[in-house]
């Protein structure tokens, strides 16, 4: 009976871990999209909190000029991160380069 009970809030924790991926998206108004597309997968530990990545934007896009970054799981970086109880829990970065509009 509580080995149940302790199975289906179990299986309900992880498919709410699932269901709520985190997104961050950041866009800059004055700018439009280019077609160079930078896609990275990178590691970070703890659900995020360990692993710091740092990008020179210049070296990435013509003049440094960055569109949009987003960071966000897929749904197997999402299952990774939820069998290991958030200790491994990889992210997708992409960097969509711009063209500046005057």
Do not use: H
């Amino acid at each position: 009976m509580i080995r149940t009970q302790f199975l289906f809030y179990f299986l309900v924790l992880i498919m709410i871990i699932l269901l709520s991926a985190c997104k961050v998206q950041v866009r800059y108004p004055s700018e439009f999209p280019s077609k160079t597309v930078i896609t990275n997968e990178e590691i970070f530990w703890f659900w995020g909190l360990v692993g710091e990545k740092k990008y020179e934007v210049y070296d990435l896009c013509p003049q440094g000029r960055v569109y949009e970054v987003r960071v966000y799981n897929t749904m197997m970086q999402s299952t990774y991160t939820a069998l290991s109880l958030g200790i491994f829990s990889p992210r997708t970065v992409t960097i969509v380069c711009s063209i500046r509009g005057e």
